[in-house]
């Protein structure tokens, strides 16, 4: 069979080129929907956390973002994605909404301490500048140290939203539709493995591609804003 014939075979035929397209949008909106519930959780976690560290007082609600910080950067994402489907939400069979809050809550923790570290790295001159200026202590870090280390972390986070996108390829444990099982279902129909996968690897690299060059754009509008 000529590599044309394979080509129409894997795509072509009974419309198997629906399963990537399919599939596609699924991981698209796994990725998407988790990226911003992990922001959520990374900045409220990270806030919790550089308030105890530039107080030095350590609260009930520091330990348990310690403990979350801890379990979840521990422990394999796999292993939470089928936790949260088989055990947590076993009685549902929404499985995207169970996808997206798997890798949501893994990718918080990730965020977090990226969110920490742009914190961290704000001078404590501005937090005490804003206290002079009679701004209570959240809403110096809301107006000025927030804004400043997002700043400095984008380009962190950007890339934490690539590693995320490729980490949803563990979907199809749950049984989900996502863009890799849609190339393993038309390997199945085929039995041609090569380019199926390869197609597969394709789409994913095109995109970390497009997403790596508008991270390089925008640290160079980064960098060009500093001057």
């Known amino acids: 069979m000529s590599f044309t014939e394979k080509l129409y075979?894997?795509?072509?035929?009974d419309d198997r080129y629906m399963y990537l397209v399919g599939g596609l949008g699924t991981t698209i909106v796994i990725t998407i929907f988790a990226a911003l519930l992990g922001i959520v959780i990374g900045f409220i976690v990270a806030i919790v956390r550089s308030t105890s560290e530039q107080t030095g007082k350590k609260n009930l609600l520091d330990l348990l973002c310690r403990a979350y910080l801890t379990i979840i950067r521990g422990t394999p994402t796999m292993i939470q994605l089928l936790i949260m489907y088989y055990v947590v939400f076993a009685s549902t069979d929404n499985r995207v909404l169970v996808a997206i809050l798997a890798f949501g809550i893994n990718s918080g923790a990730y965020v977090a301490e990226v969110v920490r570290s742009g914190i961290m790295s704000i001078d404590k001159g501005q937090m005490e500048a804003g206290r002079s200026l009679g701004f209570?202590?959240?809403?110096?870090?809301?107006?000025?140290?927030?804004?400043?280390?997002?700043?400095?972390?984008?380009p962190a986070l950007l890339n934490e939203f690539i590693t995320l996108l490729k980490e949803t390829s563990i979907s199809g444990y749950i049984g989900l539709a996502d863009?890799?099982?849609?190339?393993?279902?038309?390997?199945?129909?085929t039995y041609e493995a090569f380019i199926p996968l390869i197609s597969v690897a394709i789409i994913y690299l095109l995109i970390v591609m497009l997403l790596t060059a508008l991270e390089g754009r925008l640290e160079r509008r980064l960098r060009s804003g500093d001057h």
């Open 136 to 154: 209570s202590y959240a809403q110096t870090m809301i107006v000025v140290i927030l804004p400043q280390a997002f700043k400095n972390c984008l």
């Open 9 to 13: 075979q894997n795509f072509i035929e």
């Open 179 to 189: 863009l890799t099982h849609g190339g393993n279902i038309i390997r199945s129909r």
